[in-house]
Every structure is written in C-alpha cells, then in structure tokens.
C-alpha cells in the first residue's frame, strides 16, 4: 500500500516565477491537506482539498492555489514567487472525517522548494 | 489559535523520561502527535479525542485534559531513536478537520 507521495523531491526557482507541486494521497484518502514549513518550524497549513473543492484555507495570499482530481490527487499552484516562499511544502491526506475513524493526517515527504 | 508547545528544547541522557506539553486558547476536539527527524516527513504518533482516554504505546503515552485544553506527551525511557522535534497539532471543536500545528519541541537524546 503506497503512501502519499509527492514531486518533485527538490525544486529551484527565482524570484517572480510560478512553480507547481503534486501529490497522491494514501490508498483509501479522499482529503488532502498542504502545509508549508519553514526551516525549524512546525508545520503551517495552507488549505485543504475535498470532492475537487478547497474547503478550509489558512492564513496564505491568493497567490496560494490548488486544485483537486477525481482522482483525489492534488496540485499546489504558487505564483509570484518570494525569497518567503523557499520552506519544504508537504502534502498530508485523509479519510473524510478521520476524527471519527480515529485515524489522522499522512504526511508524504514533502518537496524542498527554494527561490533564489 | 496556534497550540502552544513546551519545552523549545530537551536534552537528555539514553534512559531517562521526558515530557512534552501542548495547550491551546480555544476548545479542542482532538489532539494529535508527531515526530519528525531532520529532512523527514513527520510520523504520526498517536492521537487523542475529546472524551478519549489516555494512549499509549510501548514507552511513549500521552493525556489531554479537556478542562484545561492541554495536551502532554510522555516519554519513558528514551532511547536513541527518540530523536527528533516533537509536534502537537491540534483540531478545534467545531471538527472542521483542520489541523494547526505547533512550533514543535527538539529532542535530543545523548548516549
């Protein structure tokens, strides 16, 4: 049973460019989550996908974006790129209602971006 | 709404027990714990539910304390691999299913 994977591993942009991450939820996920984090921080939560609809969002301008397939694969969309956005971006998914299931978020192993 | 984590840091010597502590501002649901060792992804430990008892497995346990909204994990023991930078995560009690994390607190075990 795969986990949830994520690409790139590593990514380099500049400064202004727009950049696209992915990731595959664990077998049976239907919700996934991104989080940014920053170099000896915890995790900050960006948004959260469900049925192809962002359905929470964090504290993350518009040029923070996403999509969801059928599928239940995710895309995380930066546009505008800062010297700010350089943290490793992971990707966490989910049953639907995991408080009930007991069961919790899945982190994949995330892809380092760095903006130069 | 971020949780609130304490120690920053821990050292400690192989054997020897810690503790980890989690509180929030606002009601919780669930609290949840995770592990991250440097350049990894974070692993989940275990996660507790509003009305839930205490868990644990092997020498690593935890509590939350729904009065309070504190959540505290412990370590027994520790061995070597405990290693890491220890996170709380937390979801509030109107179940949107969002969890916000703490700033973590670092572990070092020494031989």
């Known amino acids: 049973d795969a986990g949830v994977t994520q690409s790139p591993t590593h990514l380099i942009k500049t400064r202004g460019q727009q950049v696209t991450l992915r990731c595959s939820p664990k077998s049976g996920h239907d919700t996934v989550s991104w989080y940014q984090q920053a170099l000896g921080q915890g995790p900050q939560f960006i948004f959260q996908y469900y049925e192809e609809e962002e359905r929470q969002r964090g504290n993350f301008p518009d040029r923070f974006s996403g999509h969801q397939f059928p599928n239940y694969s995710s895309e995380l969309n930066v546009n505008a790129l800062l010297l700010g956005d350089s943290a490793l971006y992971l990707c966490?998914?989910?049953?639907?209602?995991?408080?009930?299931?007991?069961?919790?978020?899945?982190f994949g192993p995330g892809t380092r971006l760095t903006v130069l | 709404q971020q949780p609130v984590q304490s120690p920053q840091a821990v050292i400690l010597r192989e054997g020897e027990d810690a503790v980890i502590n989690c509180s929030s501002s606002?009601?919780?649901?669930?609290v949840h714990w995770y592990r991250q060792k440097h350049g990894e992804a974070p692993i989940f430990l275990m996660i507790l539910l509003k009305g839930g008892e205490q868990k644990g497995h092997d020498k690593i346990s935890a509590s939350f304390n729904e009065k309070k909204q504190q959540s505290s994990l412990y370590l027994t023991a520790s061995q070597l691999s405990y290693s890491g930078t220890y996170f709380c995560?937390?979801?509030?009690?109107?179940?949107?299913?969002?969890?916000?994390f703490g700033k973590g607190t670092r572990l070092h075990i020494l031989p």
């Open positions: 966490a998914s989910s049953p639907e209602d995991f408080g009930l299931d007991r069961d919790t978020q899945y």
């Open positions: 606002k009601a919780l649901y669930s």
């Open positions: 995560g937390t979801e509030l009690v109107n179940r949107d299913d969002k969890i916000i």
